[in-house]
C-alpha cells in the first residue's frame, strides 16, 4: 500500500482521467476526517457557545453562538469556583511534584543500585500497580477517619490527607515508566563521575534528573491531570464545600436536574478544560510514548 | 515538644557529622534539617496518638520514624534511602489499604456496628439518660465562642463550664446572687432574650448535652427553658462482668450478643452495637440475600458486558480511523490528527457532565439536532442509558486507540506487506492475514489493561448517569448502569445513606480478585518480567 502511494499521486497529477481514481483511493478520506471532526468536535464547539450564552441554560442554544455575553463567566465569581480551582491546582501540583521526586528517587535506586531484593521489589510494584486504590475506598475512608482522631491534618476533610492518598501511589504507577527511562542513560556516567568524586546524590540531583527531564514533565503531568480528574476519592475525603476540587464542585452544580446550572457550569468547564487541553495537545509526542508504556486513561 | 525533638533530633548525626563533611557540606545539612522536620513530626504523631489512645497508629508511627533515621543515618541502606519515602506511602495508602479491606470484609462494621463495645456502651448510656428525681437544678447561663455552645453553672461560688464535647471545669467568673454565672472566662454569655427569640438557637441550647465528667455513668446536665439545668443520669446500669445492659426504669436486662447487638430479654435491640468478625458471612450474603441477590447479578454482568464492549468499539472506531488516515497520501494529517485527539485531551469528569446536559431529554440538544426535537429519555430508560454510557465513552476512548493503532501500524515492517502484496494477497486479505494479527500482538496488553481500567471506571457511569435508571423491582440502592464500583460506592453508603462497610468492603474484594485475574493475563501477555 505505501509503495503504490506516491506513483498514484503522480500519475493522477500528470492524467486527470485518473481524478476518480485519486478520490476513491484518497480524496473520500477528506470528507470523512471533517465527519469525524464535527463527531470529536462538536461537544466542545457547543460547551463553548453555551457558556457564552446569556440566558444561562443548555436549552437556549438552538443556534451555536447566538448571542455574545460573558454574564455565566461573571456569575462564577459568585461561587466558589476559584476557590475549587486554587484547591485543585494545590492538590494537583502537590500531588505531581510528590510523585516525580518518589517515582524518580525509586527509579534511580532500581536502574543504578544491586541490591538485594530488587528483583522481588520490582516484581511487587508491578502487580501492585495493577490493583486501582479507588477499589480499596472504603478502607481508605475508614482509614482517614481513625488518622483523622489523632492527626487532624490526615483526617477526612483535609487537602493534605487527600494528597497523602494520591501519592500512595506514586510508587507504583510511576516507577515502571522511569524506570525503562533512567536504565537507558548509560552506567559509564555514573562512574565517570563517581571517579571524580561525585556522591550519589550528586549524580542523581546533578546529572541523572536533568538528563531525565522529559520522562519527569510526563510523569508529572499524567499525575496532575489524574488528581484532576478524580472523583471518588476526592468525593469522600473533602467534605466541606471549600475545600472541594473542580470535580466534586462542578459535579454538585450539575446533579440535580431540577436545580442545574448549566451556565456557569459552561463557563466553568472552558475554563477549567482548556489548560489541561493546551498541556496535553502540546506534550502529545510524549503523552503517546507514556500510554503505550502502560499507562491508561480512559 | 519543640524543644523536646530539638534536643532529640540532632543526637544521631554525631558521629556522622564527620563523614558528611568530608564529601558534601550543604547537601549534609539539608539532610539534617529535613530530618529534624520528620522527628519532629513524627514525636508529635506519637505523642497526639497516645493522648488518643490510638495504639496502632503509636506503633506504626513510630516504627516508621525509627526506620527513618536508621535509613538516612546508616551507611547501609543506600537504595532505601531513595526508596524508603515512596515506600511509606505505599505501604500506608495502597498495600494497608488493601489489606484493611480484606478486614472490613470480614466484619459487620457499618449502620448500627460502628466502633468498639465500649463506644456502643456509653451511646446505650447516653440514649437513655432521665432527668434525676429530686437532683438539684442548677441557675445556668448559655455560654458560646464562636459556634461553640456550652453550659456555665455554679457551684459553691466555682463557675464551671462544659460543652457537648468537654466535660464541666471549673473556669475564672463571677455569679450574681442568685449563683448565675454573669461573666465567665474565654467565653461569651448568651443574652436570654436571643434565646427567646432566635427559635433555632432555642433548639440546640435544649439538644444540647453536657456531660458531668467523662464517665458516662455519672450523667450530664441540660436544660428545658434555657434558664436553670438539671442533672440528667441514664436509666440503664452497665454491668462490665456480664456484660449486660440493665434498665432500672423497665428492668428489662440487655445483654450482648456474639453478632455485636444488645439484645434484651423482652426481644428488643438497642440501636448502637460494635462489629464483630462475622467471617465469611458478608460474601455469602451478597449471593444468597434475597434483596441484594438478583440486583448484584445483573450489576456483574453490566460490568462486565461494559468494560467489554467499551473497549471492543472503541479499538474498532480508532482502529478503522488510523488505517484510513496511516496514508501518506492524506495532506495535513498532524493538524487531523489534534482535532481527532481532542476528546482524549478534554477531562473526563467534564465530558461525562457535558453529555450529561446534552442528553437531556427536555432541553439537551442531542434530542434537538438530531432527533427533530423528539422526546427521547436517553438516561432515564434502562437500555437507553447503557447504550449512552457506551456512546459517551466511545467518543472519550476513541482517540486513545486511534494513537495507539497509528503507533503500531507504522511500526509494521514494510518488506511483510511488500512480500504479501508479491503473493497476489489483496487489500482485505492483506488486513485480515497480515496487519490485524501484528497489530492484536502489541495492542492486546494495552486492551487487557484499558478492560482493567474500564472495569473500574467510576467517573464516567456516575457522573452520567448515577448509575441509574433505579431498578424498580428492588429496595437496595441500585441502577440498570451500575458497574460493581458505583454499587460498592452506594452500598457502602460513605456518601450518605445506609453504611454497609462490611458488605461494600466483600464485594471490593471480588473486584481485587477479577482484577487481579485480568491483569494475571495482562502480565504473561507482555512479559515484562524479561525487561530485567
Redesign the interface.
Known sequence: ???Q??A??KASRRRPTRRSRWWA??GW??P??AL??F???F??V??LSASLDESG???G??TLFSSFSLANYQALNDTLFWTWVGNTLVIGIAAAVGAV???A??A???SR?R?KG??G???GL???Q??????????????LI??G???PALGIDSKIALI??Y??????AN??LM??FFNSIPMEMDEAAKIDGA????I?WGMIIPLVRPVLAVVGLLAF?SA?????LA??VLVSNDNWTL?VG??QW??DQLT?R?GI?SAG?VI??IP??VL??AL?RYI?GG??A?S??? | MSIDTAEKAPAPQRDSLARGLT??GW?FIVKLLLMMIVNALGVA?IM??WN?E?W??LGASAIFLVAADWVYFSRRA??????Y???I??L???????G??AY?ATTN?GAGHQGTMEQAVDAALIQSEREVEGSASYPLAVVRDGDTLGFAISEDGVVEVGTAEEPLTAVDGSVDESGRPTEVAGWEIVDRGALLSDQELAQQVTDLRVPVSDNADDGSLRTREGSTAKVFRSSMEWDADARTLTDVDSGVVYSANEYGTFVGDDGSTLPAGWYVNVGFENFTRAVTDADYREPLIRVTLWTFAFAFLTVATSFLLGLL?AL??N????RGRKV?R??????????????A??????L?P????IN?WFFFGADINWLGDPWLAKFSILFV?L???F??WF??CT?ALQSLS?ET??AA?IDGAG?WR?FRSITFPLLLVSTA??AI??F??NF?N??II??LT?GGPRFDDTSVPLGATDIL?TA??QI?G??GGRAD?GL??AL?IV??VV??IV?AI??RQ?K??E??
Open positions: 500500500m505505501t509503495a502511494a506516491p498514484a499521486s483511493e484518497v478520506k477528506y470523512f476526517a469525524i471532526i463527531y470529536a468536535a461537544p466542545l457547543f460547551v441554560s443548555l436549552s442554544t438552538e521526586l518518589m517515582g528517587a525509586a534511580y535506586a532500581f543500585f541490591f530488587r528483583r521489589s520490582l516484581t508491578l502487580i501492585l495493577m490493583f486501582p486504590q479507588t477499589i480499596a475506598f472504603v478502607a481508605i475512608f475508614l482509614l481513625s488518622l482522631e489523632v492527626v497523602c492518598v501519592l500512595g501511589t506514586a510508587l507504583g516507577t515502571f524506570y525503562g556522591s550519589h546524590a550528586q542523581f491531570v484532576f480528574g478524580d472523583f471518588i468525593r469522600i470535580a462542578m459535579y450539575v446533579s442545574a448549566w457550569f468547564t477549567a478544560a489541561v487541553l496535553f495537545l502529545q503517546v500510554l503505550t502502560g491508561v486513561k480512559g | 564529601g558534601l547537601g504523631g497526639a496518638a488518643a490510638a496502632v497508629i543506600l537504595p532505601l534511602k531513595y526508596i519515602p515512596g515506600l506511602f505505599l500506608v495508602f495502597q498495600v494497608f489499604a488493601m484493611y479491606t472490613v462494621y480511523f484510513v488516515f496514508d501518506e497520501r492524506v487531523l489534534t482535532l481527532f485527539i481532542l476528546p482524549y485531551a478534554f477531562p473526563a469528569f467534564l465530558t457532565l457535558l453529555w450529561r446536559g446534552m437531556n427536555e432541553f439537551g440538544i434537538k465513552n467518543w472519550l476512548s482517540p486513545y494513537l495507539v503507533g514494510s506487506m511488500e502484496q487489500r492483506q496488553p494495552l489493561a484499558s482493567a481500567f473500574n467510576f467517573t456516575y457522573m448515577n464500583i460498592i460506592y457502602s460513605v456518601a462497610y461494600a468492603a471490593s473486584v481485587f482484577v487481579g491483569s495482562a502480565f507482555t515484562k518480567l525487561e530485567f
